[in-house]
């Protein structure tokens, strides 16, 4: 267990349709990472969050959002899902922002 | 951005096999890790190294900064170590950008 928690671990949607990822992070971690795995495109970086605050915007979809609350967990919210919207997102996270990450077990998207 | 090319894209040994991964970066990095993705998907963190060398049990991860590459050492190997190993790196501008991964290793260990 790495200690970042991820849920669901399984989610399968239709087309259109909008879902919430959730993370949280280790304890004592402040900054929070969600990464995008797909075949095609191999782990994507999406955003980053420190102490609440957005502090790097990466291949990030405009149906894409994501926050990070004041007891520093994150969620990242997707909406007019597409089939490519499947994918494995991932979610990071590390003591300070330096970018080094610990990760969690993935949440597996399956757009219908 | 910055590119990160890794080889041998694929990798099948036998257990008890040493091998050497490898890592191309195309600019100046202050960042750059190894991680494994076993066959259910988890990612590990193996090593921080931006350069120099570190060791971990039978692991070890060489980084040469000023020639943009790193190198990941498996010795002995196990089943237990097949799956995919991502290097990740991140240039010199800051972390805008996250960590640029590669495209993986996907290393089987036969027993």
């Known amino acids: 267990d790495s200690g970042v928690t991820q849920t669901p671990k399984h989610l399968i949607t239709a087309t259109g349709q909008r879902v919430t990822l959730r993370c949280s992070p280790r304890s004592g971690d402040l900054s929070v990472y969600w990464y995008q795995q797909s075949l095609d495109q191999g782990l994507q970086f999406l955003i980053q969050?420190?102490?609440?605050?957005?502090?790097a915007k990466g291949n990030i979809l405009e149906r894409f959002s994501a926050q990070q609350f004041p007891d520093l967990h994150s969620e990242l919210n997707l909406s007019s899902l597409e089939l490519g919207d499947s994918a494995l997102y991932f979610c990071?996270?590390?003591?300070?922002?330096?970018?080094?990450?610990?990760f969690g077990a993935g949440s597996r998207l399956t757009v219908l | 951005g910055i590119q990160v090319e890794q080889s041998p894209p694929d990798l099948i040994l036998q257990e008890g096999a040493n091998s050497t991964l490898r890592c191309n970066f195309s600019?100046?990095?202050?960042?750059l890790q190894w991680f494994h993705q076993n066959p259910w998907g988890q990612l590990i963190n193996l090593f921080y190294?931006?350069?120099g060398t570190k060791q971990n049990g039978r692991l070890s991860a060489t980084t040469v900064a000023t020639e943009r590459y790193s190198l990941l050492y498996i010795s002995s190997s196990q089943t237990t170590d097949s799956g995919v190993y991502f290097c990740a790196v991140e240039g010199l501008g800051g972390g805008a950008d996250g960590l640029t991964f590669g495209k993986g290793t996907h290393l089987i260990i036969q027993p």
């Open positions: 969050y420190y102490n609440g605050e957005e502090r």
């Open positions: 600019d100046s990095v202050n960042n």
């Open positions: 990071a996270s590390s003591v300070d922002g330096a970018n080094v990450l610990t």
């Open positions: 190294i931006p350069s």
